[in-house]
Each structure stands twice: as C-alpha cells, then as structure tokens.
C-alpha cells in the first residue's frame, strides 16, 4: 500500500502544509484568478496567431522548401 502523499516529501502538498494559512489562502486566490484567466487567453492567443489552422491544407514542403513561407514569420515577428 502506498503512503498518502501528503507525506511525500517535495509534493505539492507537502510544500502547502510548510505554509501558513494566510499564504495557503494567497495561492488559492491566485489558483483561481488564473484559473479564470485562461479561456480568455487561449482565445486571445488563437485570435492573434498568425499560423494556419488545422484544418487548412498544409503547404507543400518538399525538400529545400519551408514549412512557413517568410511573409507568415514576418507578420508573426512583425
């Protein structure tokens, strides 16, 4: 039988029981926060990608030839 791990040394429980409770509660609220935040980065971050999406076809990329022509790295760097 395996011990619970909460008694496994350097787990992240482990570490939350070292902390206090004002700092256990300033990591949640942060968990949280984060956790609210996410969708609305994933969605910004598909937004602005300037990459193909999957379902585009995939441009030919024989040999000597870029997957990404240099207009596509341009505007992403740009």
């Not at 004002?22 to 994933?42: A, G, K, Q, S, Y």
Request: with cysteine.
């Amino acid at each position: 039988r395996c011990p619970p791990l909460s008694g496994v040394e350097g787990s992240v429980d482990s570490h939350f029981r070292v902390l206090g409770e004002r700092e256990r509660w300033n990591i949640d609220v942060l968990l949280r926060m984060l956790t609210e935040l996410l969708p609305f980065v994933h969605q910004r971050a598909v937004a602005c990608c300037p990459f193909p999406n999957h379902s585009d076809p995939v441009p030919n990329t024989g040999e000597g030839k870029s997957f990404f022509c240099s207009s596509l790295l341009e505007l992403y760097a740009g």
